[in-house]
């Protein structure tokens, strides 16, 4: 079955970081890229970057270019979202997509809380 | 960074209507355009791909149009498990951007 399933919901204390997981299956995990999009309570969705699992390449828009990571670990087919110095805005849900233009598959989502 | 916006913001209609929401890029983006639906509580769904290709498994009554900086989202018959948020996307470059979402209620 082809899916990404994310890791459960986080509550975190402001400045704290936290990592979230994406675990690929039934399709071949390095052939297409991984992006990262949140969604903030009553926002739209936010594209974050992606990541190329093949290489390790990648690319993230600006406003998060310095405080979030995007990795992968080929061996298990999951892709990871680091984010650091987390702020009360930074509270969203974060999903994982696969595609190289459209994005043709996400993950359920993890509910990520910032509160002191 | 290619600004994406959509229109309306929302709107209310009711089942059987045709619905058409728009996208406009702020720069050209040829036909590297998609579509979702969002829905509360669940993961958004590929509509359309490439400005006017239906995605697999998604009913004919949904389809697209365009292509460099004018795009359009056509439901032909709103169905009641079609109220919903929709979002344009573009994919012609990093980073990618997506409209402001177009909600669509219940009249």
């Known amino acids: 079955q082809v899916q990404l399933v994310q890791s459960g919901a986080e509550v975190k204390k402001p400045g704290a970081s936290v990592k979230i997981s994406c675990k690929a299956s039934g399709y071949t995990f390095t052939a297409y890229y991984m992006h990262w999009v949140r969604q903030a309570p009553g926002q739209g969705l936010e594209w974050m970057g992606r990541i190329n699992p093949n290489s390790g390449g990648t690319n993230y828009a600006q406003k998060f270019q310095d405080w979030v990571t995007m990795t992968s670990d080929t061996s298990i087919s999951t892709a990871y979202l680091e984010l650091r110095r987390l702020r009360s805005d930074d509270a969203a849900v974060y999903y994982c997509a696969r595609g190289e233009n459209a994005l043709d598959l996400w993950g359920q989502g993890t509910m990520v809380t910032v509160s002191s | 960074e290619i600004q994406m916006t959509q229109s309306p913001s929302s709107l209310s209609a009711s089942v059987g209507d045709r619905v058409t929401i728009t996208c406009r890029a702020s720069q050209s983006v040829s036909i590297y355009l998609h579509w979702y639906q969002h829905k509360p509580g669940e993961a958004p769904n590929l509509l359309i791909y490439?400005?006017?290709n239906l995605e697999s498994g998604v009913p004919s009554r949904f389809s697209g149009s365009g292509s460099g900086t004018d795009f359009t989202l056509t439901i032909s018959s709103l169905q009641p498990e079609d109220f919903a948020t929709y979002y344009c996307q573009q994919s012609y470059t990093t980073p990618r951007t997506f409209g402001q979402g177009t909600k669509v209620e219940i009249k």
């Open positions: 490439a400005a006017s």
